[in-house]
């Protein structure tokens, strides 16, 4: 059985490694590409597509707009996490803010009902290391996990294929079970 592709875009994430690392004990290969050099389509190379945190603002469309191109374009199920999710939440007109800088491991309490969730409780703890919010889901998208300090932890695509995790998925126990759900949907 050939194990499923995932194409991972390095947006300058400091943990790159441990994010490949936590899909390819999933049982899935990856492939490492940066927002600039992203293939133009999928063409059934890539089964999923996961966007990583970010040091750049979220709000340089010009730079991001190869990866959203990439993203509306493509038919795979696509995970934005940390920076990855401000990305694809502002490029559909969601809006940060800037709070205080969180690191560390948080609770976040998720919609159990979400395949994404399958293999989590109600109350997760997750890591964060970021300053900046997305307050409320931007049209096309609903928020299917929230915490004290981040009213949209977890969001999901109205029409189900595209993810996000404020929190850095790639630490903590429940990060990978909650990548572990994400994996089924394209396997």
Do not use: W
Not at 58 to 63: L, P, R, T, V, W
Not at 157 to 166: A, E, K, L, T, Y
């Amino acid at each position: 059985m050939t194990r499923p592709r995932v194409l991972v875009v390095n947006n300058g994430t400091l943990s790159l490694r441990q994010l490949r690392s936590r899909f390819e004990a999933l049982g899935s290969q990856t492939e490492a590409a940066d927002a600039r050099s992203v293939p133009a389509r999928v063409d059934g190379r890539y089964q999923a597509i996961v966007l990583s945190g970010t040091k750049v603002r979220a709000y340089d469309s010009e730079y991001y707009k190869p990866l959203i191109d990439l993203v509306t374009d493509a038919d795979v199920p696509v995970f934005g996490i940390c920076g990855g999710l401000q990305i694809l939440a502002v490029a559909a007109g969601g809006r940060l803010v800037e709070g205080p800088q969180r690191v560390g491991g948080y609770e976040a309490q998720v919609d159990t009902e979400e395949p994404l969730f399958a293999h989590v409780k109600p109350t997760v703890t997750v890591f964060h290391r970021h300053t900046l919010y997305l307050q409320e889901a931007p049209a096309g998208y609903r928020t299917i996990g929230r915490s004290a300090h981040a009213p949209v932890e977890f969001l999901r695509s109205d029409d189900g294929r595209i993810f996000g995790s404020q929190a850095h998925l790639e630490f903590r126990k429940d990060g990978l079970e909650i990548l572990r759900g994400f994996a089924q949907l394209y396997r």
